[in-house]
């Protein structure tokens, strides 16, 4: 089977200091792979090469069996390729509601044209789906760590991604926030068939949520297990 | 937006009933010329305060289209709505252009460049003399480029309703943009231009919009002062118009289009009617840019809204319910 997205032999230095070195994985559709690895070990700059927010020094990014090297971050995102940062930078004066329009409004703008309003309930059936439906009208700077991971996952999840690359999501969040999470990446998995790499430094949490483990060490992926 | 329909329509009902109240003809100048700045305010918001990309040489806008309205009339005899359209294309090509240039441009660069060109765009008015004038007299410099009008003279009342109407009509397709899809996602680029380009929005792209949206009602405004004036004169394209732009957004509260057009019409009048002389007023301008931005980031419009968030979480104040709708306040 083709792979949904895949890299080969991706290359990163910064100021001659290799952080990645020739790292090579792929990520078949709907399959959930988790990534761990040390502080340090190129995990976050690996999810910035897969979303076009960082260029590789070498190596290949291919999605759906394109080569996609050259599309910047938003035109992957409009591909479906979706991401989240593991310090989430929230629109300060944007509502809840609109932050999630924000991607509705993009997708809109380039071709699926239509009323102003149109986009205004899938956005509030996706903020119940998280759990910020409460919140839709409180500006983005007033929320909580916990809201602001639900609400990164949501500007993730609204265009209906095909592969979500996941930078430390649940880390700093409460154990009950942690759970809902899970078991919303769980649903959006099975019901809406996205895949997702999974980045964590909690192995007992990648273990239940993803199929497949990646081990990042010394700048390539040393493990390799299956769960 | 009821709020705000409800606010224009009380300030529309004072504003068109104020020239009853007796005021001479020098103030209902005054308040015109206020009113076709508040126009130019407004325009600087839309890139300087909803996009976030901070301009300090908006004027560029303003006086190309004051300056081609002048030459297209007068010197080339075009009849003066197509010069108009002309004046307000070429501003908004203008504005793309710079849009270009500064979109890969982050925070202060963006102001350093649009002054730049701003600055050069004053000098070049300045420096540059028009010849063909009638009777080979020339035009240009200092003095500027006459407006070819096609009506003899207008009387202040007139003067002083056309604007008032060229001002609401503005300042409600402003308003309109600010809530449109496209304004949406310049507040959000304004926001974090990192969360929304992870959000599918081509930043660049959308600034340099914003850039060519701005400077068309710029030159719409720079069109209307240019046939208000009669001239096209070298201060069309000065710092201190750029300035005064910016000032007036950061007290009335930048990226809320309303707070930048209400804070022109005021200060205007104001300095205007207090007859403060233009080097005092562009250290007003400056002092006050500098004020607002270190204590009041907000503006007015932003206190105003702190202070009622205060007031709505005293101890014994009943919370309303959040309103399911309001998806662009």
Known sequence: MTPLLEAREIRKAFDGDRVLDGVTLSLAPGEAVGLIGPNGSGKTTLIDILSGLTKPDAGTVGFEGREIGGLPMDARYRAGIARTFQVPSPYPALSVLEAVLVPMAAASQRGRRGGAGEEEEPALALLRRVGLFDQRCVPCARLSQGCLRRLELARALACRPRVLLLDEIFSALSASDEAELVALLATSNREDGTAFLLVSHNPPLLASTCGRILTLKGGRISRERAV | ?329
């Open chain 2, 1 to 329: 937006m009821e709020k705000t329909t409800g606010a224009m329509a009380a300030t529309a009902g004072i504003l068109l009933f104020l020239p009853l109240a007796g005021l001479d003809s020098f103030l209902l100048d005054v308040m015109a010329t206020g009113f076709l700045l508040s126009v130019f305010a407004g325009s600087w918001d839309i890139v300087g305060g909803v996009a976030g990309q901070v301009s300090l040489g908006h004027a560029l806008f303003f006086g190309s289209a004051t300056y081609a309205c002048a030459v297209l009339t007068t010197l080339l005899r075009w009849p003066f709505p197509l010069a108009a359209a002309a004046a307000i294309l070429l501003s908004s090509a203008a504005g793309a252009a710079v849009g270009v240039l500064s979109a890969p441009l982050k925070g202060p660069f963006v102001a350093v460049v649009t002054l730049a060109l701003g600055e050069a765009a004053h000098e070049a008015a300045l420096g540059h003399i028009f010849p063909g004038g009638a009777g080979g007299y020339a035009w240009g410099g200092e003095g500027g480029v006459p407006v070819t009008l096609p009506w003899e003279t207008a009387s202040p009342l007139s003067s002083y309703y056309a604007a008032l109407a060229f001002l609401f009509a503005a300042t409600w397709a402003m308003v309109l943009f600010r809530r449109s899809r496209e304004g949406l996602i310049l507040r959000a680029v304004a926001g974090s231009e990192l969360a929304a380009r992870a959000s599918g929005v081509d930043a660049a792209r959308h600034k340099r919009r914003a850039f060519a949206i701005s400077a068309g009602l710029a030159g719409a405004a720079g069109v209307a002062y240019a046939a208000h004036m009669g001239r096209a004169a070298a201060t069309d394209f000065s710092l201190e118009l750029s300035f005064q732009a910016a000032a007036f957004a950061a007290v009335g509260g930048r990226g809320t289009v309303i707070g930048p057009v209400v804070a022109a019409v005021l200060l205007h009048t104001l300095l205007q009617g207090l007859a403060v002389p233009p080097g005092t007023r562009i250290l007003f301008f400056a002092f006050t840019l500098l004020l607002f931005l270190r204590f009041f980031p907000g503006g007015i419009a932003g206190a105003l809204a702190a202070a009622r968030e205060r007031g709505r979480r005293l101890p014994g104040r009943k919370r309303k319910p959040a309103r399911a709708r309001r998806a662009h306040p």
